[in-house]
C-alpha cells in the first residue's frame, strides 16, 4: 500500500540550511506537499510540487523531487528559530480518492 | 476569509459522554476532512466529504460520525467518548474543480484539542 516515511527529528544551527527527507512508495503521484506545524497549532501549508517537477523554489525554500528514487526533499536555506516545527512530507494521488497521505513529520529544532 | 474555523479549541469529556466538534470553511470548498493526530504521529483521516450530503469513511472512522447538509458546515460527532478518542482533531477543505491539474491542497483549522477522562 501506499507509504511515505521521514525521519523524525533534526537539529541545526541558526543560520545554517536544513534538508528534511521524504520517501513515498506511488509512483503515480500527481502532488507531493509540505505542511509546517508550530507548537499548538495547525498545519500550515507551506509549499508543494508537481511530478513532472523536479525543483521548486520558493523564497528560501527549495523542494526537489526525484522520481525514480522515490524522494522528496524540503532545503530551508538560512533556518532561523521561527523555523522550529514539525514538517509533513504528504503524497497526493488523484486516482486515490483524492486523499493525502501523510508521514509521521520531522520535528526540526534550530539552535541559537 | 476566515478560512477553516473549528469549536472549541478545548473541551473535557467524561467517558461514556457525547459530544459534537464543529467545522466551518468559508472558502465554498467542495471538499472536507476530518483527522485526528495523536502525541507524535502523523494525521489519521476520520471521515471526508466530496459535496454537501455526500461522506465517506477514512482510514480509522470507528467511534466517529458526520453529516454534510451545507457546503460551508461539516460537524464531527463522538457518540460515547472512550479515552482512545483524547486526541487533537482537524478540519480540513479543499476545493476540486474537475481538471486534471487541480492541486486539491488542503486547509486546516486550528485544532480541537479533546481529552477523555
Known amino acids: 500500500g501506499e507509504d511515505v516515511e521521514q525521519s523524525l527529528f533534526l537539529s541545526v544551527r541558526e543560520g545554517d540550511s536544513s534538508v528534511i527527507n521524504c520517501t513515498y512508495t506511488?509512483?503515480?503521484?500527481?502532488?507531493l506537499y509540505w505542511y509546517k506545524q508550530e507548537p499548538g497549532a495547525g498545519l500550515q501549508l507551506l509549499t508543494y510540487?508537481?511530478?513532472n517537477m523536479d525543483m521548486k523554489q520558493d523564497q528560501r525554500l527549495t523542494v526537489l523531487l526525484n522520481k525514480k528514487d522515490k524522494h522528496l526533499s524540503l532545503r530551508i536555506a538560512d533556518t532561523q528559530t521561527g523555523d522550529s516545527a514539525i514538517y509533513f512530507c504528504a503524497e497526493f494521488n488523484a486516482g486515490n480518492n483524492r486523499k493525502l497521505i501523510w508521514g509521521l513529520g520531522t520535528s526540526l529544532a534550530v539552535n541559537p | 476569509n476566515a478560512g477553516v474555523t473549528q469549536t472549541p479549541k478545548f473541551r473535557i469529556l467524561k467517558i461514556g459522554q457525547s459530544m459534537t466538534l464543529q467545522c466551518t470553511q468559508d472558502m465554498n470548498h467542495n471538499y472536507m476532512y476530518w483527522y485526528r493526530q495523536d502525541p507524535g504521529m502523523g494525521l489519521k483521516l476520520i471521515y471526508y466529504?466530496?459535496?454537501?450530503?455526500?461522506?465517506d469513511k477514512g482510514e480509522v472512522p470507528n467511534g466517529y460520525n458526520v453529516s454534510r447538509s451545507t457546503t460551508e458546515d461539516f460537524p464531527l460527532r463522538l457518540e460515547l467518548a472512550a479515552p482512545s478518542q483524547t486526541s487533537v482533531y482537524f478540519c480540513?477543505?479543499?476545493?476540486?474543480?474537475?481538471?486534471?491539474?487541480?492541486?486539491?491542497?488542503?486547509?486546516f483549522g486550528p485544532g480541537t484539542r479533546l481529552t477523555v477522562l
Open positions: 480540513a477543505s479543499s476545493y476540486y474543480s474537475g481538471g486534471g491539474t487541480s492541486t486539491d491542497t488542503q486547509y
Open positions: 506511488d509512483s503515480s503521484s500527481t502532488y
Open positions: 466529504s466530496v459535496g454537501a450530503g455526500i461522506t
Open positions: 510540487i508537481f511530478s
